[in-house]
């Protein structure tokens, strides 16, 4: 296919150990610092970063989903922009892309979400793919006219009958566990397509469908993995802006979300500085008493 101008996502999904890192980030083809990208794609992927940005400073432990819902809300309004309605971002785990159900944070809940969506604290050594959508629309979703190559096993048991079903699910369960996949990965994809229908059918996998705004406009994401640790968290994955490529008419202008954004996005320094600086305190020490002697 061929890129057209100032209109292209990408997302990567990669495993390790059974751990998975995800990342994404939309890309602006045929923008140059001569040549920024203006109106409302630029306000969509500058408020994304922002929110991006914002969030990462706050998944620490001890604070809360709701300060992140909140802040995003701030930011978004402040460049016109809404956060796409029930996106979630959640908890990863060994062998799972979405963990704990409790363990999740929603940047624009539904009526449905604002009942079932539990207020949480963040935890030393719990792991988050946070994903933003940020569109110039109105912020409801609709299913895209494209069909799906990614998918994902359920819990569900089932007992297939066609051979060729039997034999793609075997392959599902061998090569990717819980991870989703894509028939691209398949040796033969026309056999793997065969197999699937049956998997889909009875809900042995779930289809990951692509998704739009409803109402056709432009839409940014920015998606990376972090992990909550005792002096702060760590962004493994992620990060890849140049503001010099996007110019918006809009500004964040609350105090608290420019102080949250001009804090450092990197961890606390741990234990070894202070024992070097305990260490060099004591050598002051010793050489001064050597000089009095």
């Known amino acids: 296919f061929t890129l057209r101008a100032f209109e292209e996502s990408s997302g990567i999904n990669a495993e390790y150990g059974g751990y998975a890192g995800v990342v994404g980030h939309t890309i602006v083809v045929g923008s140059s610092a001569e040549n920024p990208v203006t109106g409302p794609i630029a306000d969509a992927v500058v408020a994304a970063h922002n929110c991006a940005e914002a969030a990462l400073r706050l998944i620490k432990a001890g604070n809360t989903n709701q300060q992140i819902t909140d802040t995003i809300q701030k930011i978004t309004d402040a460049f016109n922009t809404k956060t796409l309605e029930g996106m979630l971002s959640y908890e990863i785990k060994r062998y799972q892309t979405e963990g704990a159900t409790d363990k999740q944070i929603v940047l624009n809940p539904s009526e449905a979400q604002k009942k079932e969506i539990k207020s949480m604290e963040f935890a030393v050594h719990e792991v988050y793919a946070m994903d933003v959508f940020v569109t110039t629309g109105g912020g409801k979703m609709k299913e895209a006219d494209a069909s799906t190559t990614v998918h994902k096993r359920s819990d569900e048991t089932y007992?297939?009958?066609?051979?060729?079903?039997?034999?793609?699910?075997?392959?599902?369960?061998?090569?990717?566990?819980?991870?989703?996949?894509?028939?691209?990965?398949?040796?033969?994809?026309?056999?793997?397509?065969?197999?699937?229908?049956?998997?889909?059918?009875?809900?042995?996998?779930?289809?990951?469908?692509?998704?739009?705004?409803?109402?056709?406009?432009?839409?940014?994401?920015?998606?990376?993995?972090?992990?909550?640790?005792?002096?702060?968290?760590?962004?493994?994955?992620?990060?890849?802006?140049?503001?010099?490529?996007?110019?918006?008419?809009?500004?964040?202008?609350?105090?608290?979300?420019?102080?949250?954004?001009?804090?450092?996005?990197?961890r606390k320094a741990g234990g070894k500085k202070k024992k070097k600086k305990a260490k060099s305190a004591a050598e002051e020490a010793k050489s001064e008493a050597a000089a009095t002697n």
């Not at 392959?171 to 033969?188: H, S």
């Open 159 to 266: 007992l297939l009958k066609m051979k060729a079903s039997r034999a793609f699910f075997s392959e599902v369960c061998n090569r990717f566990t819980m991870m989703p996949f894509t028939l691209r990965a398949f040796e033969d994809e026309k056999k793997a397509k065969m197999g699937l229908k049956e998997c889909v059918t009875h809900e042995l996998l779930h289809p990951y469908p692509v998704q739009q705004d409803a109402d056709g406009k432009e839409v940014a994401q920015f998606k990376y993995t972090v992990l909550v640790v005792p002096n702060g968290n760590i962004r493994i994955n992620g990060g890849l802006f140049d503001p010099s490529l996007f110019k918006s008419e809009h500004k964040i202008e609350d105090k608290e979300v420019l102080a949250l954004l001009a804090q450092s996005a990197n």
